[in-house]
Structures are given as structure tokens and as C-alpha cells.
């Protein structure tokens, strides 16, 4: 029966005891990230009003998609048990640590998550600068439909925006009734700001203060969009009533990316998508041995299980996202 295929999964999951707690992977985790982004801010500050700055801010970049991952997890319950330690490390480390505001994205992808690739009820596919399906190109107007025509060779040079989206969308969040803990939100995404824009200007020279942070945002935004990117673009989109049940709404809609210990690291096992989507709360390192057993048993009752190496995951992206715009291109 369809209604006890996830179950049955689930239980094959347990009995492999991957739904157990890693604190030791997590203090190693956080320790070394915290440590390079303090090695990180102490080079800068050590090599002073010099060009070789940018090398610093493309190293912190990395280091702040490696944050960006720790609130990840942290989100979904991965790290600490209860909601209250959560969400105060999640905005100490999203708001202060790298000025994204944990609150409005812990609502955006609890939605995402609940119905991925849905077009009236996934967040994450609005068609606000993007249209991510012919339907939305037909209905679009004003800025998506003028990026829309030639969006696939826009995508990357607009994720160089997205570490500054973040932060925008972090304070115009402060203004939504439904936002938790307002005046903690804006305390440390305010601090976060005049902590960052002052240390840079502080040390910098006004030129190349504003080179390090276009440098910085830029190639944390493409970074954060290249984690994200492979995820579910150019995967089966729903809408309206169309709504599969949940094992088959999370596998059809999710692309797992092969890749090694390497793409693992660098996608924060992301990489794994399928199996995330389906347990969102198990520990990150184990997404690893969950993988043959949700492709196993996908195969046995006959759910397309998707995975392909990084380059040709951004391939099918940039593919659909070409094939979505190609509306506005006829009807020049």
C-alpha cells in the first residue's frame, strides 16, 4: 500500500540507527568552522589596508556558506534536541555570525520542505526575479519577465546578489507579524552589520573596503547558490491539486549529486537531497549510509531515484531554467 511505503522506509532507516544524535561530529564541525572564520577576520586584520584582502574575502566567503550550513542543520533539529537551544544557537550563529536571519529562513524552507517544487506552495520557485516553469513565464511581468528570456545565462552573474539578498531579506522580515523574537532578530542582524561594515571600513581604505565586500558577498552568494542550485532545479514540478503522496513528493522532486568526500564537504551533505528531504532531521554524516537504502528501496517499489555528478546537476538546472523562459523568447 502507498500510504505505509514511507514507513516501511523509515523503520529500514531505524533499525540502521542513522536517526541517532552525533555530538562529536557537530563539536568537531563547529569548532573548525569557528576557527576558520577566526583565522579568517585575524589574517585581515594582520595584513592590514592592502589588496591582498580580496584573498581573505574569498577565503571568509567560503567560510560563510560553511556557516550558512551549520544553521542548516542547526534548523532541522540535527544538532541539539530541544527547540529553545536551537533557535538560540541558530540566531547567534545565522544573525550575528553571518547576518542571515535564522527566524525568516527557518519559516521559508519549513515551507519549502513541505511541498518542494510546488508552484503555489514552494517558496523557493515564486517566480519574484526567476520563472521556473513555462506557466509562470506566460503570467510573469516586470523584472521576471525581462530576466526571464535569457535567465539561464543570467543565473550565475545574478547569485553574485544572493549574499545580499540574505541580508535583505533578513531585515524585511523584522516587519512580518509572524517573526519570533523580533528584537533578538534585529539586535543581532544589527550587530552583525555594524560589527562587519565597520571592521572592513575600520582596516580599509574606502576603495578597497568596498572591493573586499563586493568580493566577499559576491562569491558567498554564488557559493550559497551552488550548494542550493542542484537541488530540485530541473526536477518535476507540481501545482494546484497535484500533490503526491509524502515519500514520492520528496524523491520525484529531489536530484542527489555523486561526487565523494569532497562535493560532501562542500555541499554540507546536501548533496544528498533525497534522503534529506525524506529525514530532514538525521545527522548530516549519516545521509551517506542512508543512500543505497533509500535507492534500494526505491527500486523495489519502482520511484525514479535521480543522481548525477555536480557539473551535470548545474547542466540540467540551466537546461530547464532555459526551457522555462522559452515563452517570453517567442513572444518577443
Known sequence: MRGSDFSRLSRRISEAGLFRRR??????????????LAAGWAAFFAIGDSWLQLLVAAFLAVVFGQIALLAHDLAHRQVLRT?????????IVGNLGIGMSYGWWMDKHTRH?????HEDLDPDVIPDILVWSKK???????????????????FFPLLTLE????????????????????????TLLIAHVVGYLGMVFLVLSPGKALAFVAVHQGLWGIYMGSIFAPNHKGMPMFSGADRP???????????NVRGGRLVDLALGGLNYQIEHHLFPS????HLRRAQPIVRDYCAEIGVPYHETGLIASYGEALRHLHQAGAPLRENR
Do not use: C, W
Open 282 to 285: 538525521m545527522p548530516s554524516p
Open 83 to 91: 527547540r529553545r537551544a536551537t533557535a538560540t544557537l541558530g540566531r
Open 23 to 36: 555530538p562529536g561530529y557537530y563539536i568537531l564541525r563547529f569548532g573548525l568552522v569557528g576557527g576558520s
Open 163 to 186: 549574499g545580499l539578498n540574505l541580508h535583505y531579506s533578513g531585515f524585511r522580515a523584522l516587519f512580518a507579524p509572524t517573526l519570533k523574537q523580533r528584537a533578538v532578530e534585529a
Open 136 to 154: 509562470q513565464a506566460s503570467q510573469s511581468r516586470g523584472v521576471p519577465r525581462f530576466i526571464g528570456r535569457r535567465q539561464a545565462f543570467l
Open 113 to 117: 520542505h513541505a511541498n518542494p517544487n
Open 245 to 255: 503522496d509524502f515519500l514520492r513528493r520528496q524523491v520525484l522532486t529531489s536530484r
